[in-house]
């Protein structure tokens, strides 16, 4: 417990706190419950190890109602050590909630997938520009089976639908935040449908900021494109968003005064906007369609699958001849994060059997680039077993 605290003073992120964790195999503890179950004996996450490294029972103490009080038992970590842990822990918090508000995320607090996780804001730097995104909790937390048809979407492109489509719904309220505040698209790009609004008869052509493709433009400013007249109008007028995976749709709030009436007079509650998302960009394998010779039938040559093993065996090779000094090296190199850095230099053990099938394209159909980069055992026959070469 005492290497947790100090490696985190060290590392100064709970993030590469894990990462280390992991690389020297300390594991949460097991535990066998009364029923005969096993717990426990699995890597620490994030939320983990921010309960821990809060956890007052480690000095010594107990806490009951909030408030800490002198435990039975004696502390493991010296006051200096928590202090200097519960010290830096504030100021990272601090820290975060600033970049929050200057993310330039409007919708914080306010967007959902459609499975009810909180979406958050976070972005992305590639090549010297910043993109940014909500991504689903459910993500965010290693819990990806629960997220959303729809886990993760540009922030840009989702922002300025909402704008469009509150400031079609409600003129009124928009012209008295000052509507030029809000920045439109150029002419030149193309417009959306026509929105539908549950239980009224608006209709409104929305006009978005980005093209139908599902890459959005990095965020050159960290302002988002809204000033604060329009970010208190969006919070005042909206109270949910929820992404789905071909519409947005945003739950209105009603006015005191509107909610009083309806409920007297039988209304239809809160108007809820649906407004449709730009086509996705297909995700489809990019395939090369390699013609038969002599009356054998052509064969597809996935290109995802023949560049990844290329680049794991090049990678390899380099770092065999001191080319790279590390993967971090050559994570930054390419621009490229080291975890994948790793998974990819897996394939330079592939059976050299199965390195020529992907390279003829001769692999099974189930053999798709993200079953590739899972675990893949060195023996060569349990290899082809779990890549589907073999019944």
Not at 147 to 155: D, E, P, Q, V
Request: proline share 5%; hydrophobic share 35%; aromatic share 4%.
């Amino acid at each position: 417990m005492r290497l947790i605290f100090e490696r985190y003073l060290d590392l100064g992120c709970v993030m590469a706190l894990r990462t280390e964790l992991e690389r020297l195999g300390i594991r949460s503890k097991r535990r066998v419950t009364e029923a005969g179950r096993k717990r426990g004996g699995a890597s620490f996450s994030r939320g983990a190890l921010y309960h821990l490294l809060k956890n007052r029972v480690y000095r010594g103490e107990t806490v009951h109602k909030g408030t800490p009080h002198p435990g039975e038992h004696a502390a493991i970590i010296a006051q200096e050590l928590w202090d200097a842990v519960v010290a830096k822990l504030a100021a990272q918090g601090v820290e975060r909630r600033r970049e929050r508000v200057e993310s330039g995320a409007l919708l914080i607090g306010l967007i959902f997938d459609d499975r009810g996780n909180r979406m958050s804001p976070t972005y992305t730097v590639r090549k010297q520009s910043r993109y940014r995104y909500y991504v689903s909790q459910a993500v965010l937390q290693g819990r990806t089976g629960e997220a959303g048809s729809l886990a993760r979407i540009g922030a840009a492109e989702i922002e300025q639908i909402v704008v469009e489509g509150l400031r079609r719904a409600q003129p009124q309220d928009v012209r008295a935040a000052d509507r030029s505040a809000i920045r439109t698209a150029p002419p030149s790009q193309p417009q959306q449908p026509t929105a539908r609004v549950s239980g009224d008869s608006v209709s409104a052509r929305l006009t978005t900021a980005g093209s139908n493709s599902q890459e959005q433009a990095p965020s050159d400013h960290v302002g988002g494109f809204c000033d604060q007249q329009v970010r208190d109008l969006v919070h005042r007028a909206i109270e949910r968003v929820v992404v789905h995976c071909r519409e947005v749709e945003i739950t209105l709030r009603t006015p005191e005064g509107a909610e009083a009436a309806a409920d007297t007079e039988g209304g239809e509650g809160p108007r809820v906007l649906h407004l449709p998302l730009p086509d996705r960009r297909s995700k489809d394998r990019r395939e090369i369609i390699i013609p038969g010779h002599n009356g054998s039938p052509s064969t597809h040559l996935d290109r995802s699958l023949v560049v990844a093993v290329a680049r794991g065996r090049c990678w390899a090779r380099g770092l065999c001849r001191g080319d790279y000094k590390d993967t971090a090296q050559i994570a930054c190199k390419f621009d490229l994060s080291e975890a994948y850095v790793r998974r990819i230099l897996r394939l330079a053990y592939l059976a050299p059997d199965v390195v020529l099938a992907i390279a003829e394209g001769r692999h099974p159909p189930t053999l798709v680039l993200q079953r590739l980069l899972a675990p893949i055992p060195l023996a060569w026959a349990e290899q082809r077993q779990t890549l589907g070469f073999t019944v």
